[in-house]
């Protein structure tokens, strides 16, 4: 699987670079700036990118833009944003363009090498990964909002789940239930939402953007 | 049919009824009012809320029997005062035992200053008179007229229709009483027209457009002139009381004592014309008086020195400074300059009142009156005397001239009289400045006190932010990074003996630093959020808005980027709005609106909460304005109880080139 990795710190930048090279990623390229970013998404059209949101040369969030522009270039291209603080603002832009295929994580989930790994590979195949720290926001922000409310208790940990990029089959395991009631709940949330019955995938995409954006999916 | 007109008297005689009943309801507040002037408020209050029922009832029967919809116009009464955390009951900076003084006090105010208060006063007064007689109208028609019907046979004795002849008064009755029956319907909407004149809701003044009508514009210039020269003879006065005080005052030893008092007392009458100069002019005039002394410290050995005498208290240096401050004061100076001279120039304003008197009553009036009088009250008419002699030569104190002259000379002195008034007040007004306003030397004075307060403030606050840093920075990331060397220190010694262990240790270490992350995220945070950095004001409120419990709209956008520091500050001013509006204002929504002018920038933000929001009362409130006021911003809380609470944050600054906008503009 071909990487871009962007990250403008070397140590992080070469850690990250062997971590994913000890677990089969190739990496195409490992740039340090936003404009050499921008490059090589364009030019190595990677499986995946994995992208610092502030780099230089004006330590905003350079990483961010050149993220989103090449999403617009290439609609669908797999981008994993780092971060040191993870923002909703950055995490509804990022999801707005509807495609999936986003992940978004504060920087402190690569020490656990296997769940970022897992992030990665998700982020790859098309899935949406959204840092915890993002969805807890969203819970204390949106608690009362419409038509989320209606949701019990039950299908709004699962929706948490399917935000932070999980399968049916690691939900189950995670909330201790089988898979069949897992199925039964999403069923639930996505009639509750008015998500008419197609490509599952798209789906649960649309699902975790209504729970991001605190509305109904249009 | 029948019905209609009958209901329609009855509701008439019901409404003279009422009136009657408010005649002496107003009798008794007039009686009631009366001991308010020698200083006993027990009795006007409590007949004032206890007659407002009439009114309320008038103005109830106009909607329902006139079809004239009255609306309620009270202010809504005040909340009762609340005992504060230590169970007393506070009003101003007195504190009560019980609530009972100043909740009367308050509503007594509250009574008072309610402009519907005096003009239900002045219905029930005058509506004695006039809606007893259109109420009782239809009825005494009718019954007049009934009696024109037996007129004929002069029942009782009495000569209902003198000078009638006895054939006609049937007829004249008759119409007579289908004229009452007829008007019944009209009078009653006249009725409650007439109560709607009075009770109705007003503009609150203030609010007041200016009159369109020339006329009335300039009879009320001229009567506000010649209320205004009122400052002349009143500073005169007040100059008199100060020359006074200071010659004896000065004599006798006792200066420091009484001179600064009656100077701060007497700022009074200056501070008044100044609010007029700003009526006039329409811009403000400044305060120009220098800053008070601040409190005396004393030495090292407790005691207090003014100039080259130590005292053991305070009071005689305070006494000392305070002298020293009014008399170093250049306004005190200008003001008592002003009171004399304005005695001289207050007669300007007062100039049309004289001459529009003197033209109108001098020499207009008689031109009518004179004849009049002669005509009526004369036994025997000078031949003189007929109309057309009106025109003929007179004995005016300008000696004799043509009759007519005193009609035009009168009139012209009249319109010479509304024509000048404005430019008169205008002079006057000018005049008032120039001695009013503060001096340029006084002006920088105030800047300088103003920039030594904020400075000293704004450098408290960030040594005190610095300590919190150390502080948070000293408990939290630094213990944890100690731990984690220890616990990797364990893990060295134990890697070989027991792999185990030292596999859990190190996986403690990495929990370790994640929490070590987390805390200097959130300290990163609160010194300055990375959003901020990265995207600017605009969008850092945004992700506030996105991270609150309310419902939190942002709208508007800033063409380039303000200062960092100023920006800094806007930014938790926001926030700190946000957690308020949450935290006390019981609000479910936000707007937040963000511009700039080209000088300031602005950010209102508006609540539907339950208002009442008092900076003074709120730490953080006060930490952002003294936060503001490093960049001679503006913080201003407009929270009447009730809601809703509108925040206004303005900050003099510049904006450096655009950036490239955010994709962003939606949230």
């Known amino acids: ?218 | 049919m029948v019905r209609r007109y009958s209901v329609a008297m009855a509701r008439s005689v019901a409404f003279a009824g009422l009136a009657i009943a408010g005649l002496l309801g107003g009798l008794l507040l007039v009686v009631a009012l009366a001991p308010v002037f020698v200083g006993l408020v027990f009795t006007h209050m409590p007949v004032v809320e206890g007659t407002r029922f009439l009114p309320r009832l008038a103005r109830r029967l106009s909607g329902r029997w006139s079809t004239v919809d009255i609306p309620d116009p009270y202010r809504p009464a005040p909340e009762p005062v609340r005992p504060e955390a230590d169970g007393w009951y506070r009003d101003g900076d007195q504190l009560f035992k019980h609530g009972w003084w100043p909740n009367y006090q308050k509503r007594f105010t509250w009574i008072g200053e309610d402009p519907a208060t005096w003009r239900d006063h002045l219905w029930m007064l005058a509506n004695g008179i006039v809606g007893t007689v259109l109420g009782l109208l239809p009825v005494a028609a009718l019954g007049y007229g009934l009696f024109g019907l037996i007129a004929p046979w002069q029942p009782f004795g009495i000569a209902w229709y003198a000078g009638v002849p006895l054939g006609f008064a049937p007829l004249i009755g008759l119409a007579l009483m289908v004229l009452g029956v007829l008007s019944a319907p009209r009078l009653l909407t006249a009725q409650g027209k007439w109560n709607r004149l009075l009770l109705k809701v007003r503009r609150e003044r203030g609010a007041k457009s200016r009159p369109r009508v020339w006329l009335g514009d300039r009879l009320r210039t001229i009567g506000y002139g010649a209320a205004v020269a009122a400052f002349g003879v009143l500073g005169f006065l007040l100059f008199l009381a100060n020359l006074i005080v200071f010659v004896v005052s000065q004599f006798t030893g006792m200066q420091p004592l009484v001179w600064p008092p009656l100077v701060e007392a007497s700022r009074t009458l200056p501070n008044l014309a100044r609010a007029r100069v700003k009526e006039l002019l329409g811009e403000e005039i400044a305060d120009p008086y220098l800053p008070e002394p601040p409190l005396p410290r004393p030495r090292p050995d407790g005691k207090f020195q003014a100039a080259r005498h130590l005292y053991r208290t305070a009071g005689p240096v305070i006494r000392h400074e305070r002298w020293k401050w009014v008399m170093t004061d250049r306004a005190t100076w200008r003001d008592l300059a002003w009171m004399l001279l304005n005695t001289v120039v207050s007669l300007l304003p007062f100039l049309p009142a004289v001459l529009a008197c003197i033209g109108t009553f001098g020499w207009v009036v008689p031109w009518f009156w004179e004849p009049l009088l002669a005509y009526f009250f004369d036994k025997a008419p000078k031949p003189g005397y007929t109309l057309t002699d009106l025109l003929l030569p007179k004995a005016t104190l300008l000696g004799p001239l043509p009759g007519v002259f005193e009609l035009v000379f009168g009139v012209l002195l009249t319109v010479l009289a509304f024509v000048i008034t404005p430019r008169l007040l205008l002079i006057y007004a000018k005049w008032n400045k120039y001695l009013l306003a503060p001096t340029q030397a006084a002006l920088l004075a105030k800047r300088v006190q103003t920039l030594t307060e904020s400075r000293a403030e704004a450098s408290d606050a960030q040594a005190a932010e610095l300590r919190r840093i150390e502080r948070d920075l000293h408990d939290g990331a630094q213990a944890r990074l100690v731990a984690m060397g220890l616990k990797l220190g364990a893990a060295e010694v134990l890697i070989d003996r027991d792999p185990a262990a030292a596999k859990a240790l190190v996986a403690q270490v990495r929990e370790v630093s994640s929490v070590a992350l987390r805390e200097l995220r959130d300290l990163v945070r609160g010194i300055h959020p990375p959003v901020l950095a990265e995207r600017g004001l605009v969008d850092a409120v945004r992700a506030l808005a996105l991270d609150s419990a309310l419902d939190v709209e942002v709208t508007g956008s800033l063409p380039g980027r303000p200062e960092a520091p100023v920006e800094s500050a806007a930014y938790f001013g926001v926030s700190e709005v946000l957690a308020n509006a949450t935290k006390h204002a019981e609000a479910n929504h936000l707007a937040i609106h963000l511009e700039h002018d080209g000088e300031r920038l602005r950010i209102v933000a508006t609540d539907d909460g339950r208002g009442g929001a008092d900076p003074v009362n709120g730490s953080g409130l006060r930490g952002i304005e003294r936060r503001f006021a490093t960049f001679d911003g503006t913080f201003t809380v407009d929270s009447p109880v009730g809601g809703p609470t509108k925040v206004i944050m303005e900050l003099p600054c510049a904006l450096s080139s655009p950036k490239t906008s955010t994709s962003s503009e939606t949230v």
């Open chain 1, 1 to 218: 699987m071909r990487v871009v990795l962007a990250e403008d710190l070397y140590l992080l930048r070469d850690g990250l670079t062997h971590l994913l090279q000890a677990h089969g990623f190739e990496i195409v390229a490992a740039v340090e700036s936003g404009p050499e970013l921008q490059h090589a998404l364009t030019e190595h059209r990677p499986d995946v990118a994995v992208v610092d949101v502030r780099l230089p040369p004006t330590f905003t969030d350079e990483g961010l833009q050149a993220a989103l522009s090449a999403r617009r270039e290439v609609p669908g291209l797999p981008v994993l944003v780092l971060s040191q603080h993870v923002e909703q603002l950055y995490a509804r832009e990022l999801l707005a363009d509807g495609t999936g295929a986003i992940g978004y994580l504060l920087k402190d989930r690569v020490f656990n090498a296997d769940q970022f790994v897992d992030a990665v590979r998700r982020v790859a195949g098309g899935g949406t990964v959204m840092d915890p720290e993002v969805i807890s926001k969203l819970l204390a922000s949106n608690a009362r909002d419409e038509p989320l409310g209606k949701l019990t208790e039950r299908e709004r940990e699962v929706l948490e789940q399917m935000a932070e990029g999980r399968s049916n089959a690691a939900i189950a395991q995670r909330l201790f239930i089988s898979e069949g009631a897992i199925g039964k709940h999403t069923a639930s949330i996505f009639t509750k939402l008015g998500l008419a019955p197609s490509d599952d995938d798209n789906r649960r995409v649309l699902a975790v953007l209504a729970y991001l954006n605190g509305t109904a999916p249009h």
